[in-house]
């Protein structure tokens, strides 16, 4: 065997042998996209102004105990919009001490004085992170909640500024998954002042017809079995962030129900509320809709439990969530997709018989036509395959629909480059050229055309990538990776085949 | 084997009458989309929901429209799809005007629940087995459309700068017109089956373009070769020199593809049907664009801007 040679052909069989190795056992190294395996893919969209609002009520609470703690005057304090709050009644000889508080209090609110009146702007920079750590926050929250509620696999995933990718392999149920995600699961205790009641007006009624300012109006969950109005106080008594331990349970009478215990700080304050208001309701609040208000019979300290009229799964769900935390922002659903495990396997069945009955159409095609060289063919058209599948193993990348496209494509291009080099040679053998010299004149001529061709295409696949969005991304990767693999198993390949199989001295050629 | 010896057809002597019936097949196609509404975007880029279901017992088309239309969804685009008689997918298409996107999303949602249950009647999860559901948002729709336009352009961009250097300009510029005109042949003849489009419809657009410029380049590059070692003759002469020597290649590949494709297309169920199918007109549409418009939009291009004929490099 001649020199250089012996190391092509261990550089062949290594890169044979590694791709093997990477890809086998192809179901457990091959991720299949949803549409292949089924489960749910889920697109949301934060609304992260409303982490901009909530920042805004805290900074306007923040600002007023400032004010009053350095007897700063003033008559009231109100939002405008998200990131915009004003002051008003100050008075204009405080205007220099005020300027200096708030100049060492913060740096991320504007601020400005015309007449009696102080208003603050939040700064857009302040905003962008505020929104960006919402986003962020929203995707580890979820990642929580997916992970206690054990899926395989899941891919949670920030898109642009301010969308969520959810895949979750395998799930079939999406109504509760659904709902686990979306529940913001802020959890208040307040004290109900008055209600239930059918409606607003007999709840303001003792308070002549409008809703005190330290007051709220809440409606009940209906799911719960509590239809009515409450009016409870505005400020939480203590909220889920004090929460230390949550766990399902039942209650006295045997019907399931949460149980928790809160931390120190926020034992001490329920404590107070629970001594100073036996007697009276005190509501339970999930995301702004009261779920039960019970009595407080007496002083509770540091645990209790939340009862609702819930299913077994509904107190699991309630406990999964207020683990992992609130949401900082709401979110809404873009786009929802479920595949059933049933399609995904009738797809990749079909696909796979499909993609074997034409590859073993090709090859026959090649040997018909082109005789032992189109067994060349062959072989570098089945290194093609394993190496594409090595690299998808490799990558971690997800095998979907339009990918086996993106591998037909590939295919068809790898066996194009084959038939332009064998058509090559046949040229040269037919102006007289003697063996090897047609092989090497074939292999070199052909070779602009094919290098030309996979890198327009591969150009092409990148920009895809970057461009589009998931099935096309798929259908990308693929390519790309089927075609690099294509001009080494076509141009080098074949070459050491021909080379390795064919004397110097051979007086007929099997093409 | 040989398929043939090599062949003297003069392809380009027909050029001017093949633009025409290029022309005519695109404006056919532009025509049907623009007043016929020829195109139906599917689930992905129309938004809305696409439900596949399953029968135990077999039924007809229009028994499940009118079950349909008894509960106020006749509009339903309902296709058989998979096992004959078993197996269909029902999309809505009432256009719900919602106060806000979620609201829109959870109207397409009841719709989905309400076409279920119309066709369970009384039976249960036995009688009709759901095996997707998946629901766009309007938001969503409209940016999967716009990323999908947006990566195609940029795509196009990426090779018309590429083969403008390996080649020359006017060999870019003709590989773009080349790749518009396989895209609006395609969806021209594509709209006229009453398929939808959807995003893997798209990846066949856009592999049906891959083998396309690869058919190009081929073509290309043995012009490239022949313009150094002919240089006194004609470009159109280099054209249909290059043509046929290329002929027995165009033939074997594109014959393979085909092959490749047809099995696709018939063992490749309900899922790759679609798919298979518009990659079967796409490969004989991508051939036939290499030999009348690639290689004429050179030479047109070549008189019209009285460029030195050939290569020079």
């Given at each position: 065997m001649r020199k250089g040679l012996q190391w092509k052909l261990i550089l062949a069989l290594a890169v044979l042998g590694l791709s093997i190795f990477l890809a086998y056992p192809p179901k457990e190294k091959i991720k299949l996209g949803l549409d292949l395996k089924g489960g749910i893919h889920l697109v949301l969209q934060v609304l992260t102004e409303d982490a901009v609002n909530a920042e805004t009520d805290q900074e306007i609470l923040r600002f007023q105990e400032l004010f009053k703690k350095n007897d700063i005057t003033f008559q009231a304090a109100t939002k405008d919009q998200p990131g915009r709050f004003v002051f008003t009644g100050?008075?204009?000889?405080?205007e220099g001490k005020t300027r200096d508080l708030i100049d060492q209090y913060t740096r991320d609110w504007d601020y400005s004085f015309t007449g009696d009146r102080l208003i603050f702007t939040i700064k857009t920079l302040v905003t962008q992170v505020l929104k960006d750590q919402a986003v962020n926050q929203t995707v580890e929250t979820i990642r929580n909640r997916i992970d206690q509620f054990g899926v395989a696999e899941p891919l949670i995933q920030r898109q642009g500024s301010e969308r969520i990718v959810v895949e979750l392999p395998?799930?079939?149920?999406p109504d509760r998954v659904k709902d686990l995600i979306k529940v913001t699961a802020v959890l208040e205790w307040k004290l109900v002042k008055?209600?239930?009641?059918?409606?607003e007006e007999t709840l303001t009624k003792e308070y002549g017809g409008k809703v005190p300012e330290d007051m709220e109006v809440l409606k009940g969950d209906p799911k719960k079995g509590e239809a009515g109005f409450f009016l409870v106080?505005?400020?939480?008594?203590?909220?889920?962030?004090?929460?230390?331990m949550v766990r399902r349970s039942v209650d006295e009478w045997n019907n399931p129900a949460v149980s928790f215990s809160l931390n120190s700080e926020g034992a001490r304050r329920f404590e107070k509320v629970t001594g100073e208001n036996i007697g009276k309701p005190l509501a339970i609040i999930l995301d702004g809709k009261v779920q039960s208000a019970p009595n407080i019979n007496a002083r509770i300290s540091d645990s209790g439990i939340i009862q609702g009229r819930f299913t077994v799964e509904q107190a699991e769900d309630l406990v999964l969530v207020l683990k992992s935390g609130a949401l900082p922002a709401g979110i809404r659903y873009l786009e929802e997709r479920t595949i059933g495990p049933s399609l995904g396997a009738d797809s990749v069945r079909e696909g796979l018989l499909a993609g074997l009955v034409a590859i073993l159409l090709v090859m026959t095609f090649m040997v018909f036509f082109y005789r032992l060289s189109g067994l060349n063919a062959v072989v570098a058209l089945i290194l093609n395959v394993v190496i594409l599948f090595g690299c998808l193993g490799y990558f971690k990348a997800t095998l979907t629909l339009p990918g086996i496209a993106g591998i037909i494509l590939s295919i068809g291009m790898a066996v194009d480059a084959n038939v332009l080099i064998f058509e090559r040679i046949k040229e040269e053998r037919a102006v007289g050229k003697n063996i090897p010299s047609a092989i090497l004149l074939g292999f070199s001529r052909a070779f602009s055309a094919i290098f030309d061709s996979n890198l327009t295409t591969i150009i092409s696949a990148i920009f895809l990538f970057q461009f589009g969005t998931g099935p096309i991304k798929g259908y990308a990767v693929t390519l790309i990776i089927g075609l690099v693999a294509n001009m080494f198993t076509a141009v080098f390949v074949s070459h050491l085949i021909f080379d390795v199989a064919v004397p110097k001295s051979a007086k007929r050629l099997s093409i | 084997m040989e398929l043939f010896k090599t062949p003297h057809i003069?392809?380009?002597?027909h050029k001017v009458v093949a633009l025409f019936a290029s022309a005519i097949i695109v404006l056919a196609g532009v025509l049907n989309v623009a007043v016929f509404h020829g195109l139906k975007p599917g689930v992905d880029f129309g938004g809305g929901t696409l439900i596949r279901v399953e029968f135990k017992d077999p039924t007809f088309v229009d028994r499940v429209r009118k079950q349909l239309a008894d509960v106020g969804l006749g509009g339903s685009v309902i296709q058989e799809t998979g096992k004959k008689g078993h197996e269909y997918q029902i999309r809505t298409t009432q256009v719900i005007k919602g106060a806000d996107q979620q609201q829109e999303m959870e109207a397409h949602e009841r719709l989905a629940d309400r076409v279920i249950e119309a066709l369970r009647g009384n039976g249960g999860p036995d009688k009709l087995k759901v095996t997707s559901r998946e629901t766009v948002g309007p938001q969503v729709g409209k940016d999967l459309r716009k990323k999908a336009t947006q990566a195609t352009i940029w795509a196009l961009i990426g090779m018309l700068i590429y083969i403008a250097i390996r080649f020359k300009l006017e060999y870019g510029v003709a590989a773009i017109f080349t790749l518009t005109q396989d895209v609006l042949i395609t969806m021209s003849i594509y709209s006229f089956t009453n398929r939808e489009i959807n995003l893997p419809i798209i990846a066949a657009l856009l592999t049906i373009v891959g083998f396309s410029i690869n058919d190009t380049i081929v073509i290309f590059d043995r012009v490239r070769e022949n313009s150094k070692l002919y240089r006194k003759e004609s470009l159109e002469e280099i054209m249909n020199l290059s043509l046929n020597q290329c002929l027995g290649r165009t033939m074997i590949t594109s014959g393979t593809v085909f092959l490749t494709l047809l099995a696709l297309y018939v063992f490749g169920g309900e899922v790759i049907n679609d798919f298979a199918f518009i990659m079967l007109i796409g490969t004989i549409e991508g051939v036939y664009s290499t030999v009348y418009l690639s290689c004429p939009v050179v030479i047109f291009w070549q008189k019209l801007f009285k460029t030195k004929k050939g290569f020079r490099r």
């Open positions: 100050t008075s204009a000889s405080q395998g799930v079939t149920d008055a209600g239930p009641a059918a409606d106080s505005r400020v939480a008594s203590v909220t889920g962030k004090d929460l230390r | 003069r392809f380009m002597k």
